[in-house]
Every structure is written in structure tokens, then in C-alpha cells.
């Protein structure tokens, strides 16, 4: 079944862990991305806490899959910042396949945030948020 941002926004968590766990790796993404953060997943709040981070938090990530590497756009500016390594790898929600957004090495700001994706429909993907290993939120990357 082919989702989209709106009913991603609709889901309670567990809906999209099993969204995140049904999705394919897919390849590593090529371009600018589309970002909305999911933050408190099937509540009257998902929606407008979405809109209020894209606006002045976060838009999305420019990825360059040749490099292996992505920049987030950040602030009302989109400003291009906070670089990550791009590889495949185990997730560590499933330990099944999934494309790893890694910040240890790259990032002063993000060092201990993990971020994995994966495609769950055309141009559409799931990502799982950690702080160390600690999951943190979901999110939607549209190309």
C-alpha cells in the first residue's frame, strides 16, 4: 500500500514502527528532501507540531549519494548544516537492512544522533530518530 505524508501524520507510533518495519532499504537517496518531523505520533498535536518545525527548525536534508554524505537544511533560512555520513547498514530497531544517516563523526552539534531510513513508498521515506541509543521520534523524507 503506497502511503503519504498525510497519513504518516495520522499514525500512533506503533503504526509507524510497523510502517518502518514492512519498508524496504531502498538505495541510498540522491537530492533535496522534503522533511516533516513526526513528534507525539497520534495525537491532536502531530499536525501542527510538524508544520511548526518545518517552518523554523527543520525542512529537510540534501543528500549526495555519490559522496555518501547529506547536509540538513535548518533554521527559517534553510540554511545547508549539520553534515552526516550516508551508508547502508543494520538497523538498530530490527537489525534488518536500512540506510544509516550517521552524525558521530561528522557533527559537533548532532555527534550522539542516529537516524535511519527506509523507502516505504515511491519518493517516500520512514526514518527512526536516536540520541545515543535511545529512539527519540519518526520522520518523513519526500523526494
Given amino acids: 500500500m503506497p502511503y503519504d505524508v498525510s497519513q504518516l501524520l495520522k499514525m500512533t507510533s506503533a503504526q509507524l514502527d510497523d510502517c518502518f518495519k514492512s519498508g524496504a532499504p531502498g538505495p541510498i537517496p540522491n537530492g533535496e528532501a522534503k522533511g516533516t518531523a513526526i513528534v507525539a505520533p497520534g495525537t491532536v498535536f502531530t499536525k501542527e507540531t510538524a508544520a511548526f518545525i518545518s517552518i523554523f527548525t527543520w525542512q529537510g536534508k540534501t543528500f549526495d549519494a555519490q559522496a555518501g554524505v547529506l547536509r540538513n537544511r535548518i533554521s527559517v533560512f534553510g540554511i ?3 553534515v552526516a555520513k550516508v551508508y547502508q547498514g543494520a538497523s538498530w530497531f530490527d537489525n534488518k537492512e536500512c540506510v ?3 552524525y558521530s563523526e561528522t557533527s ?3 555527534h550522539w544522533v542516529r537516524d535511519e ?3 516505504i513508498s515511491p519518493g517516500l521515506y520512514l ?3 536516536y ?3 535511545d529512539r527519540l521520534i519518526h520522520f518523513a523524507l519526500e523526494f
Fill in 117 to 119: 531510513i527506509r523507502l
Fill in 131 to 133: 540520541w545515543k541509543k
Fill in 127 to 129: 526514518g527512526l530518530v
Fill in 100 to 102: 544509516v544517516l550517521d
Fill in 80 to 82: 545547508s548544516a549539520i
Fill in 108 to 110: 559537533m552539534v548532532a
